[in-house]
């Protein structure tokens, strides 16, 4: 059976945000995904922004730590950041493989000795459009059964600026030079993407209810009402991909869960390549 640590990366407030408004923290969200991938996984939570809370087994004892989104920023240096970085240095130095989204990925880069900055261009969302598969990343296991190019669910402000020594850049966009990535640090390698290939789209609609009022104060949005229409397209598929209509705002890369999901699953093979 395959052992999957679920890293929580928002701070105690955040998560407890983000519960109230989707009913379920990152963490909780993500293993849910995983589970609907593979469920015969073991999968256990951990906080490590908290400093109360404990591991719930020996590194050693997981075959893959997944890092989810987080609503903090890896350049402030705050003691919620810092022991998150701590965390993955210590999962770098014991060799387990690691998957990042989002902020997971940029927690990975900066852990490794890479730099994340604030987006020069504006804040990324909803969607990454037209991320593009490197020619590396057309080679990458990470990516087998993508497109070329694809749309992916997305929300983040940071992005990377400087990457670890020998990283592998296998996907880009306009707003992000840095959309997926591989490298190895201390004994582990690392796959992360700046997108949320782990989100089901009504968790993601609750999100950006959450915040519409700053989305739309920052221009991502033109008006709340541009906003609402997108959210109630994505209250309109359920939790499996499906939905009652074609909902015109959205692609089929974010509605079909297995498009969806592809960078995750291929991540699973790569830890029991006969479970998937």
């Known amino acids: 059976m395959v052992r999957v640590l679920v890293a929580e990366g928002n701070s105690n407030d955040g998560r407890r945000q983000i519960v109230e408004?989707?009913?379920?923290?990152?963490?909780?969200?993500?293993?849910?995904?995983?589970?609907?991938?593979?469920?015969?996984?073991?999968?256990?939570?951990?906080?490590?922004?908290d400093e109360a809370d404990r591991l719930p087994a020996p590194l050693n004892s997981y075959d893959g730590v997944v890092i989810t989104g987080s609503s903090l920023h890896i350049y402030r240096a705050e003691p919620s950041v810092t022991r998150q970085i701590d965390f993955l240095r210590e999962v770098f130095d014991v060799g387990v493989p690691v998957f990042g989204s989002c902020w997971g990925l940029q927690l990975g880069v900066v852990a490794a000795g890479g730099t994340v900055i604030p987006n020069p261009k504006r804040r990324e969302v909803p969607f990454a459009r037209s991320v593009t598969l490197t020619a590396a990343g057309k080679m990458h296991q990470m990516h087998q059964s993508r497109p070329g190019a694809f749309d992916a669910l997305a929300i983040h402000l940071d992005v990377v600026s400087v990457l670890p020594p020998e990283s592998v850049i296998t996907a880009f966009n306009d707003m992000a030079a840095v959309q997926a990535v591989e490298f190895r640090s201390g004994r582990s390698l690392f796959w992360g993407v700046q997108y949320h290939p782990e989100f089901e789209l009504p968790y993601m609609a609750s999100i950006l209810r959450r915040n519409a009022s700053s989305l739309v104060a920052e221009a991502a949005f033109s008006s709340e009402g541009e906003l609402a229409e997108l959210v109630n397209a994505m209250d309109s598929c359920d939790s499996d991909g499906g939905r009652a209509q074609h909902p015109p705002l959205l692609s089929v890369d974010v509605v079909d869960r297995r498009r969806r999901t592809i960078e995750i699953a291929n991540w699973l093979k790569l830890l029991a390549p006969k479970m998937i």
């Open 21 to 49: 408004s989707a009913g379920r923290s990152m963490a909780e969200g993500y293993a849910e995904t995983l589970r609907a991938i593979d469920p015969t996984l073991a999968i256990d939570l951990f906080s490590p922004a």
